[in-house]
């Protein structure tokens, strides 16, 4: 996890800087050590392994965003070295199935940078509809970025997959 969490290019459009040991620590004891959806920006995330005691290769992530509306947000991070295989597509596959029938989402959300053609793949290829771009509607890094929403809702999500 730290080899790809480290990797400057893999966080060029994530919301942190290449973490390090500490950062990836954290995450481990905190925020995965309390898989539970909640409350707002709780979340569930989930290592993405390879078969028969394969390695990480990366991982996705499935928040709570808005309780009342039944919102959830996903995300996803595979290390460069595994990409290109569907990795992400099949895990984020998975992770729609367990917003829509275990958490009983009605709107999936993912946000990505416009310029980020890979995340933007993952949701098209996933059935996911490009909704909105958010012109410098929130700060990363210092910097003020442009927003690119894809949602599926429920009923989207269940007339593909009777
Ligand atoms: C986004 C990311 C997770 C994709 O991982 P991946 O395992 O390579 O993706 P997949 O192999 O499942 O590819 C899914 C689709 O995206 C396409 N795709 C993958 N990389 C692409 C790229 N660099 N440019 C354009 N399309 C790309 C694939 O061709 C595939 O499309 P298809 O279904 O039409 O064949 C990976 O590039 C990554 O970790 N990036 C850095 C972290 C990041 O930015 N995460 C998202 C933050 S919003």
Not at 15 to 32: G, K, N, S, W
Not at 81 to 89: D, M, N, T
Not at 133 to 156: F, N, P, Q, S
Request: some cysteine; overall charge negative; charged content about 25%.
């Amino acid at each position: 996890m730290l080899g790809y969490r480290s990797d400057p290019e893999t966080c060029r459009y994530l919301p942190f800087e290449p973490q390090t040991a500490d950062d990836v620590d954290r995450f481990l004891t905190t925020r995965a050590a309390r898989p539970v959806l909640d409350s707002p920006d709780s979340s569930v995330p989930l290592g993405v392994a390879l078969p028969h005691g394969g390695p990480l290769v990366g991982d996705v992530i499935v928040f709570v965003r808005s309780r009342p509306d039944e919102c959830v947000e996903l995300g996803w991070i595979i290390a460069a070295e595994h990409r290109g295989q569907g990795y992400a597509a099949e895990a984020a596959e998975a992770l729609l199935a367990f917003a829509f029938d275990e958490v009983q989402a009605h709107r999936v959300v993912a946000r990505m940078d416009p310029g980020n053609a890979a995340s933007a793949s993952v949701a098209e290829r996933l059935g996911m509809r490009r909704e909105a771009l958010l012109i410098e509607a929130e700060r990363i890094k210092g910097e003020w970025v442009d927003t690119l929403y894809y949602v599926l809702l429920e009923r989207e999500w269940r007339a593909s997959h009777p």
